[in-house]
Nanobody, 124 residues
Framework: VQLQASGGGLVQAGGYLRLSCAAS????????MAWFRQAPGKEREFVAA????????YYADSVKGRFTISENNAKNSVYLQMNSLEPEDTAVYYC??????????????????WGQGTLVTVSS
Protein backbone atom coordinates (compact mmCIF):
# COMPACT_ATOMS: atom_id res chain seq x y z
CA VAL A 1 0.00 0.00 0.00
CA GLN A 2 1.45 3.34 -1.03
CA LEU A 3 0.39 6.97 -0.99
CA GLN A 4 2.36 9.17 -3.35
CA ALA A 5 2.11 12.91 -2.77
CA SER A 6 3.17 15.42 -5.40
CA GLY A 7 2.67 19.01 -6.50
CA GLY A 8 4.77 20.87 -3.96
CA GLY A 9 7.13 23.65 -4.92
CA LEU A 10 8.17 27.24 -4.42
CA VAL A 11 5.52 29.94 -4.76
CA GLN A 12 5.21 33.58 -3.81
CA ALA A 13 2.82 34.74 -1.13
CA GLY A 14 -0.65 35.11 -2.56
CA GLY A 15 -0.05 32.36 -5.09
CA TYR A 16 -1.52 28.89 -5.36
CA LEU A 17 -0.57 25.25 -5.64
CA ARG A 18 -2.47 22.01 -6.08
CA LEU A 19 -1.23 18.96 -4.27
CA SER A 20 -2.12 15.46 -5.42
CA CYS A 21 -2.03 12.16 -3.59
CA ALA A 22 -2.30 8.93 -5.56
CA ALA A 23 -3.04 5.69 -3.74
CA SER A 24 -1.90 2.33 -5.02
CA UNK A 25 -1.98 -1.21 -3.74
CA UNK A 26 -5.59 -1.10 -2.63
CA UNK A 27 -8.71 0.96 -2.97
CA UNK A 28 -9.33 3.67 -0.40
CA UNK A 29 -13.01 4.11 -1.11
CA UNK A 30 -13.94 3.25 2.47
CA UNK A 31 -11.17 5.38 4.00
CA UNK A 32 -11.13 8.94 5.19
CA MET A 33 -8.38 10.89 3.45
CA ALA A 34 -6.49 13.81 4.91
CA TRP A 35 -3.63 16.22 4.53
CA PHE A 36 -1.28 17.10 7.34
CA ARG A 37 1.74 19.37 7.33
CA GLN A 38 4.91 19.76 9.31
CA ALA A 39 6.93 22.95 9.42
CA PRO A 40 10.58 22.93 10.55
CA GLY A 41 10.81 22.52 14.30
CA LYS A 42 7.07 22.02 14.71
CA GLU A 43 4.70 19.14 15.26
CA ARG A 44 2.82 17.63 12.36
CA GLU A 45 -0.57 19.30 12.22
CA PHE A 46 -3.93 18.63 10.61
CA VAL A 47 -4.80 20.62 7.50
CA ALA A 48 -7.86 19.07 5.87
CA ALA A 49 -9.82 15.84 5.61
CA UNK A 50 -12.57 14.33 3.52
CA UNK A 51 -14.82 11.49 4.63
CA UNK A 52 -14.71 8.24 2.68
CA UNK A 53 -18.17 8.80 1.30
CA UNK A 54 -17.29 12.35 0.25
CA UNK A 55 -20.08 13.44 2.54
CA UNK A 56 -18.04 15.85 4.59
CA UNK A 57 -14.93 17.97 4.52
CA TYR A 58 -13.03 19.36 7.47
CA TYR A 59 -10.40 22.07 7.72
CA ALA A 60 -8.02 23.59 10.18
CA ASP A 61 -9.03 27.13 11.08
CA SER A 62 -5.77 28.44 9.65
CA VAL A 63 -6.61 27.27 6.11
CA LYS A 64 -10.39 27.51 6.05
CA GLY A 65 -11.57 29.55 3.08
CA ARG A 66 -8.21 29.22 1.31
CA PHE A 67 -7.71 25.46 0.90
CA THR A 68 -10.07 22.91 -0.62
CA ILE A 69 -9.78 19.14 -0.33
CA SER A 70 -11.37 16.91 -2.95
CA GLU A 71 -11.15 13.36 -4.20
CA ASN A 72 -11.51 11.32 -7.34
CA ASN A 73 -12.46 7.77 -6.43
CA ALA A 74 -12.06 6.57 -10.00
CA LYS A 75 -8.42 7.61 -9.84
CA ASN A 76 -7.96 6.62 -6.20
CA SER A 77 -6.65 10.10 -5.57
CA VAL A 78 -7.14 13.05 -3.27
CA TYR A 79 -6.22 16.67 -3.91
CA LEU A 80 -5.54 19.83 -1.95
CA GLN A 81 -6.10 23.10 -3.76
CA MET A 82 -4.22 25.81 -1.89
CA ASN A 83 -5.00 29.43 -2.70
CA SER A 84 -3.84 32.71 -1.18
CA LEU A 85 -0.76 31.02 0.17
CA GLU A 86 1.08 32.63 3.05
CA PRO A 87 4.67 32.18 4.27
CA GLU A 88 3.18 30.43 7.32
CA ASP A 89 1.97 27.67 5.01
CA THR A 90 5.55 26.61 4.34
CA ALA A 91 5.89 22.98 5.37
CA VAL A 92 6.16 19.42 4.18
CA TYR A 93 2.66 18.25 3.34
CA TYR A 94 1.64 14.64 3.90
CA CYS A 95 -1.41 12.79 2.69
CA UNK A 96 -2.92 10.10 4.87
CA UNK A 97 -5.66 7.47 4.80
CA UNK A 98 -7.49 5.88 7.68
CA UNK A 99 -10.70 4.54 9.14
CA UNK A 100 -10.76 6.49 12.36
CA UNK A 101 -13.97 7.67 13.96
CA UNK A 102 -15.53 10.90 12.77
CA UNK A 103 -15.04 12.68 16.09
CA UNK A 104 -11.29 12.25 15.70
CA UNK A 105 -10.97 12.91 11.99
CA UNK A 106 -8.44 15.67 12.73
CA UNK A 107 -6.23 13.38 14.79
CA UNK A 108 -3.04 11.82 13.50
CA UNK A 109 -3.94 8.57 15.22
CA UNK A 110 -6.96 8.17 12.95
CA UNK A 111 -4.74 7.46 9.95
CA UNK A 112 -2.95 4.22 9.17
CA UNK A 113 -1.27 5.02 5.87
CA TRP A 114 0.97 7.99 5.11
CA GLY A 115 2.61 9.36 2.01
CA GLN A 116 6.23 10.47 1.85
CA GLY A 117 5.49 14.19 1.88
CA THR A 118 5.91 17.01 -0.58
CA LEU A 119 7.58 20.32 0.27
CA VAL A 120 5.69 23.58 -0.09
CA THR A 121 7.69 26.78 0.26
CA VAL A 122 5.96 30.15 0.23
CA SER A 123 8.20 33.18 -0.11
CA SER A 124 7.22 36.62 1.18
Amino acid sequence: VQLQASGGGLVQAGGYLRLSCAASGRTFRSYNMAWFRQAPGKEREFVAAIRWSGSGTYYADSVKGRFTISENNAKNSVYLQMNSLEPEDTAVYYCAAGRGILSNIRGRGSYDYWGQGTLVTVSS
